[in-house]
């Protein structure tokens, strides 16, 4: 597989995980929508990683490089690296603490958040692709 093919692959999954994501949150499925918005910012930042020649075995090794490597270096909005970490939480929330509850409201914004984030990480990678 070509490196590009690679950067496509995990931009897929991440437009596949926001479908999901927004289904989940019009059938009221809360958890199952954070947890989809946060894979979906994964997968998008994955892309970005990879494309910056980085992988990682953790998810938490890929939050650390996105502050380290994006907000740091104002490459991205600190905005950004609070929305992630929101969603990093509150996954582990939603996938291992029983009864954990989330507003649909904030379930909604979450999700088009994330979809933004998707998109500024897809804005990058071809800004980069441009000026290669």
């Not at 931009?11 to 926001?18: C, G, Q, S």
């Not at 953790?58 to 996105?66: D, G, M, P, Q, V």
């Not at 609070?82 to 409201?105: G, M, S």
């Not at 998707?118 to 000026?131: P, Q």
Request: hydrophobic letters at 35%; aromatic letters at 12%.
């Amino acid at each position: 597989m070509k490196n590009r093919e690679i950067v496509e692959y995990w931009m897929e999954k991440a437009a596949d995980d926001l479908q999901s994501a927004k289904a989940n949150v019009a059938s009221g499925r809360n958890s199952n929508a954070i947890r989809d918005a946060y894979f979906a910012c994964f997968h998008a930042l994955s892309s970005l990683l990879f494309k910056s020649g980085k992988s990682f075995r953790k998810h938490k090794e890929a939050r650390a490089s996105l502050h380290r490597d994006f907000i740091r270096t104002k490459k991205i909005d600190s905005f950004w690296g609070k929305h992630y970490d929101w969603l990093f939480n509150n996954r582990h929330k939603a996938d291992y603490r029983p009864l954990v509850a989330f507003e649909k409201d904030q379930v909604k914004e979450s999700v088009e958040k994330s979809d933004e984030f998707v998109e500024l990480v897809r804005s990058i990678i071809d800004s980069e692709d441009k000026s290669a």
